[in-house]
Each structure stands twice: as structure tokens, then as C-alpha cells.
């Protein structure tokens, strides 16, 4: 199961709900969840921000399922 559909399922949400709640087609989102298409750079930042995790995490690049904090100078622009 890809890291998209087990946040989805844990969130209880369904496939509509998402493309609802993040502006993306539900069919392109069937896709990524299926690993038939690669998400956008877009994509990646508003599912991370739907499903509270980092973008690295959604796309495998780390196990670390919480987001790092934002920097001091981040944080002051």
C-alpha cells in the first residue's frame, strides 16, 4: 500500500474527499495513490499539508513521519 493511501485511510478519508479538500483531480489523485503518475511539486505540498507530514516522508525519501520545524529564518519571512 503507498504511503498516500495508508495516510488516506488513517484520516478516513475517501479519494473525493481529498481532491475536495486540496484542489487536486480525484482522477490524478487515484494515479499517485496508484503510482501510475508522479505528483507534482504542488501536489506534494498541499497532500503533506492535508495529511501532516513531510513531503519527503509521502514520497519515501525518509521514514520520518513528522515534518522537520522550520528554521528561525524561515520563520522570518
Known sequence: ???????????RLTQIQVSMKTGIDQSD????ERG?????????RELAK????????LNGLTDEEKPYPRSKEERSI
Not at 500500500?1 to 484520516?11: A, D, I, P, V, W
Not at 489523485?29 to 499517485?32: E, F, L, N, T, V
Not at 492535508?50 to 516522508?57: A, I, K, R
Open 36 to 44: 501510475v503518475k508522479e505528483p507534482t511539486l504542488w501536489h506534494c
Open 50 to 57: 492535508l495529511f501532516g507530514t513531510s513531503m519527503d516522508y
Open 1 to 11: 500500500m503507498s504511503r498516500y493511501k495508508e495516510l488516506r485511510k488513517r484520516k
Open 29 to 32: 489523485y487515484s494515479k499517485i
